[in-house]
């Protein structure tokens, strides 16, 4: 199935407040209001506060005129279109189109939750990856000013150089681990997304039962090492000799 670009009438983009005033609930053309409500997908919850907020204000909805209204609204919801960009978002569904072709309604929008599933995978290894590099940015500056020869006031020796070492040994993981971990894994979970828009385009019949590689992350960072206190010894008096 091909999604066209979606073209959201006005109604539907709008997003008003359900509480109506003693002057709305005076003059609510009952039927319009249910078809601006049915065409932005609007559950029988939006009618409920509709009919409550009158009824405080002295006011009877019509049921009906309302009812009818949102009906012909949700033929306009209840679309592929819509299903797919609901989908794509990663929005719920909330089941109103029970009585619109929800069967075709359900299926394109599970093909763009298998979208949003390619997508939201790439934008999170991107994230983990821009996190880690950003990590390694700031425990870089911090182990230039402790080789600046920066000491922390209160700090003993002993602790001074346990916290190093600790800087160090995260400095390591990030760069030898964590960041190679998120740099593979964004760029192949790209590589598959780039694939899935390349079958959607020419309507692979496997659309439909696809799903991202997952990638839970590298092994987590114990903390430093006996191996991290002596390869951080041997840098130092590699720095020293040069």
Partial sequence: MKHRALIVLPMIALSGCATMSADQCATADWRALGF???SRGETLVKA????????DHGYIM????????RDAGLGLYCTSEIA????ESGRSYTGVCVAHDEEEFIAAYQQGLELYAFTSAVSSAGSKLKSAQNRFGELDS???KYSSGHRDEGLTMEEHNNLVLQLWSERQ?????????WTYAH???QEQLDDYRIKVAAADPSI???????FPGPEPHDGPTSADARAMLQEVLGALQR
Avoid: F, T
């Fill in 36 to 38: 601006e409500d049915g």
């Fill in 48 to 55: 409920e506060r509709r009919g409550n907020a009158c009824v």
């Fill in 62 to 69: 019509d049921q009906a005129a309302y009812e009818s209204g």
């Fill in 84 to 87: 797919y960009s609901l989908g």
């Fill in 142 to 144: 911090e182990l230039d």
């Fill in 173 to 181: 993981y990030l760069e030898k681990e964590a960041i190679p971990y």
């Fill in 187 to 189: 760029r192949y979970l």
């Fill in 208 to 214: 439909g039962s696809l799903q991202p590689r997952g």
